[in-house]
């Protein structure tokens, strides 16, 4: 089973960028349809942006397209996830997932991806 670690978060001022990277170990990230979600403090789970193994097609929450982009590096086992034009509403804890089933376009639910990271925390102020 791979294994996940996010890194990149931390305290950021609104109207800022931050990056987030996933970082595989234990099998090929390749292999996998790497997905990012979110939570806010007291609410569930929420999908944010997924990409396919070549990362040939991506996968954005409606109410998160424009300011987010997904990203993947296979060469260094890394999926990337840019935050732009950050807001307050953004602070949350974000997860990247691995889901080994074969998709076309990748899926949206918590269940489909069944490798999780421990998430990194980013706090936007206002």
């Known amino acids: 089973q791979v294994q996940l670690v996010e890194s990149g978060g931390g305290l950021v001022q609104a109207g800022g960028s931050v990056r987030l990277s996933c970082t595989a170990s234990?099998?090929?990230?390749?292999?996998?349809?790497v997905g990012w979600f979110r939570q806010a403090p007291g609410k569930e789970r929420v999908f944010v942006a997924a990409t396919t193994r070549s990362g040939l097609t991506t996968k954005y929450s409606d109410s998160m397209k424009g300011r987010f982009t997904i990203s993947r590096d296979n060469a260094k086992n890394t999926v990337y996830l840019q935050i732009n034009s950050l807001e307050p509403e953004d602070t949350a804890v974000y997860y990247c997932?691995?889901?080994?089933?074969?998709?076309?376009?990748?899926?949206?639910?918590?269940?489909?991806?069944?490798?999780w990271g421990r998430g990194t925390q980013v706090t936007v102020s206002s």
């Open positions: 234990g099998r090929t990230l390749s292999m996998y349809i």
């Open positions: 997932a691995a889901d080994e089933v074969r998709r076309q376009v990748p899926n949206t639910s918590t269940t489909d991806f069944g490798s």
